[in-house]
């Protein structure tokens, strides 16, 4: 009897193609150039959520808030894979900047509607992929993939609210494009200065309908889904900058002429961070593979990524802190930058132990009874 061949499944690629890394390069470079840090603790009790300028080139001359957007819609047709390299930069340099929210979220959100040309979504679309507005879906920041969430009311902690152009709202009759200008957007002091928080009240306030509530929430779904696999990449990226940061002051500070890098105790919790490190990379590269190739099993690998990267974030910016020694606690240096959008990481878009719980019910492990 012959035995029926079973389907291959797509091969995983963790590799940076020689693209992805060119990007990496023209980010990093422009990072460097308009946010370094400090520039950016200059910049971070000011008025102004954002760095001049800095959204106009990232977006608008990189093209990076247009990866996403398919060619045709006016955006460079791209993947999650180069989606995640740019957040990785982003991570790096904890740069204050809407993309994770407006490029990513807001973007896959209006993709997952099914965008006709010239119709209002298109149109939308095509202004986010050319950076000349930015948008964000008007939920908390901590609101979890799988969640259906209705907009009812104020919506505390909506991040990069205050600066967006227009609001995409889930209410009970579909989802919504709400010009900001038309909504209270009230701003709240986040733990993580360099992604603001606001409430926002778009009550009375009509809109335009994008779509009826079944379609809506799948759309909302599919954003929060791909905002939670992108995520690990922003801390992946704080990570990697965390260990290399802390790697260099060591290897820089002498005690009892040594450098204190040489101690054992030290070059053990380094080399810990980075095997944890190694495996972040693994599940955040895993993650963006599967969102870009619509794998069956990308909402296990997502979860796989954010419980994981999560936790290695907040262990090695809390690291940086504490190996950087009284330096790490002063206001001056960047690390309590890191810190502070580590450890607010670790609850957006849903808690890692909510994504292990997801973990759980996916491969049909019960929980502990």
């Not at 889930?170 to 989802?175: E, N, S």
């Not at 993650?287 to 069956?296: E, I, R, S, W």
Request: with cysteine; aromatic share 2%; glycine share 10%.
């Amino acid at each position: 009897m012959t035995e029926t061949p079973k389907p291959v499944a797509a091969q995983l690629d963790l590799l940076y193609s020689e693209a992805e890394e060119d990007l990496r390069a023209a980010v990093r470079s422009l990072l460097a150039d308009r946010a370094d840090p400090q520039t950016l603790l200059a910049r971070i009790e000011g008025e102004a959520p954002y760095l001049p300028g800095l959204w106009d080139a990232l977006a608008g001359g990189i093209g990076a808030a247009g990866l996403l957007v398919p060619e045709k819609l006016g955006g460079q047709g791209a993947s999650h894979r180069e989606a995640a390299v740019v957040l990785e930069e982003l991570g790096r340099a904890v740069t204050p900047a809407p993309y994770l929210t407006s490029a990513v979220v807001a973007t896959e959100t209006l993709l997952a509607l099914g965008a006709d040309e010239g119709g209002p979504v298109a149109e939308l679309l095509g202004a986010l992929a050319a950076g000349e507005k930015t948008a964000v879906l008007a939920v908390p920041l901590s609101t979890a993939p799988g969640a259906d969430p209705v907009t009812d009311g104020p919506v505390p902690a909506v991040a990069d609210a205050a600066a967006a152009d227009v609001l995409l709202v889930p209410r009970a009759d579909g989802l919504y494009a709400v010009p900001a200008a038309e909504a209270r957007i009230t701003p709240q002091v986040p733990l993580d200065l360099t992604r603001p928080l606001a409430v926002v009240d778009t009550t009375g306030v009509a809109g335009t309908r994008l779509a009826g509530p079944e379609t809506g929430g799948a759309a909302v779904r599919r954003g929060l889904l791909a905002g939670a696999g992108l995520l690990a990449s922003e801390q992946l990226g704080l990570a990697a900058w965390c260990l290399e940061e802390t790697v260099r002051h060591t290897k820089e500070r002498h005690q009892f002429n040594r450098p204190i890098g040489s101690f054992q105790a030290l070059k053990h919790r380094m080399a810990q961070l980075w095997l944890e490190l190694v495996g972040a990379r693994a599940v955040a590269r895993a993650a963006a593979d599967a969102l870009a190739t619509g794998a069956p099993d990308t909402e296990l690998t997502v979860a796989v990524a954010q419980a994981y990267c999560a936790k290695v974030a907040v262990h090695a910016a809390e690291e940086c802190v504490q190996l950087h020694g009284g330096i790490g606690m002063t206001w001056e240096h960047p690390a309590h930058l890191a810190l502070k959008r580590a450890k607010s990481a670790q609850t957006a878009l849903g808690s890692a132990g909510r994504h292990r719980d997801v973990i759980a019910a996916l491969v049909d492990l019960p929980a502990p009874g």
